[in-house]
């Protein structure tokens, strides 16, 4: 397991090279290209699926918009996982979704869920894996995501096409020695790794 600008926790990679996290940058750049405008409808169903993670240094702030006392948030809202992640315990829906569909702490929710869906580590790692793999098909990878989702529609209108448009700045590792593709730009944006997520 990495982890990815301290927040995104990428299942099966075990730790991160300089040329995977070159290639990273540019999956993430592709993630979040759709962030600008994007066309979030407030239909409520992201705020249903499990898996909300709470990073250990955001609890204080989350526990303190919901009004629930610290200790009280962390037995009754919580639940730790064996690799230190925090989630939220209640889902399907979040405790703090409100009968509008509106998030009653949107100022301070947690950071995946200002990110969703263009950016957790979940769809990130989909993106890295089709621009690393000529063979990969974008389109069967992200099949988990809802089209019935406004969001989703969205991203699998173009996504291939980014990638495709994306894969002359990867960086092909051949015989052990790491190799940039012809046509790869530099990038002058240096990412760094922070490490595991601290336990809390
Ligand atoms: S599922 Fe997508 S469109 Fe619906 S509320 Fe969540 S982010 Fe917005
Ligand atoms: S904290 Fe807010 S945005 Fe995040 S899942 Fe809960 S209701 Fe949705």
Redo the contacts with the bound molecule.
């Keep these: 397991m990495a982890v990815y600008r301290g927040k995104y926790i990428l299942e099966g990679l075990g730790s991160i090279s300089p040329e995977m996290e070159h290639n990273l940058d540019i999956a993430y750049d592709i993630c979040m290209s759709y962030k600008g405008d994007f066309p979030c409808e407030m239909c409520g169903r ?2 249903h ?1 499990p898996h ?1 993670v709470v990073r250990p240094e955001e609890i204080d702030r989350v526990s303190t918009a919901a009004g629930i006392p610290l200790p009280v948030f962390m037995t009754e809202y919580l639940v730790r996982m064996p690799d230190g992640r925090f989630l ?1 315990r209640k889902t399907d ?5 409100g009968k509008d569909n509106r ?4 100022k301070d ?2 950071q995946i ?1 200002d990110d969703f869906p263009y950016a957790v580590s979940m769809f990130m790692s989909r993106v890295y894996l089709a621009l690393t793999n000529p063979d990969a098909d974008i389109m069967s990878l992200i099949s988990y995501m809802d089209d019935e989702w406004p969001c989703t529609r969205v991203i699998k209108a173009d996504i291939a096409s980014k990638i495709e448009a994306a894969r002359k700045d990867v960086v092909v590792q051949r015989s052990g020695a790491p190799r940039r593709s012809r046509a790869a730009r530099p990038r002058t944006r240096r990412t760094v790794c922070h490490g595991p997520v601290p336990p809390g």
Excluded: G, N, S, V
């Excluded at 829906?93 to 979704?97: D, I, S, T, V």
């Design positions: 992201c705020c699926q909300i939220f829906p979040c405790a703090f979704l998030c009653t702490i949107w929710r947690p869920c």
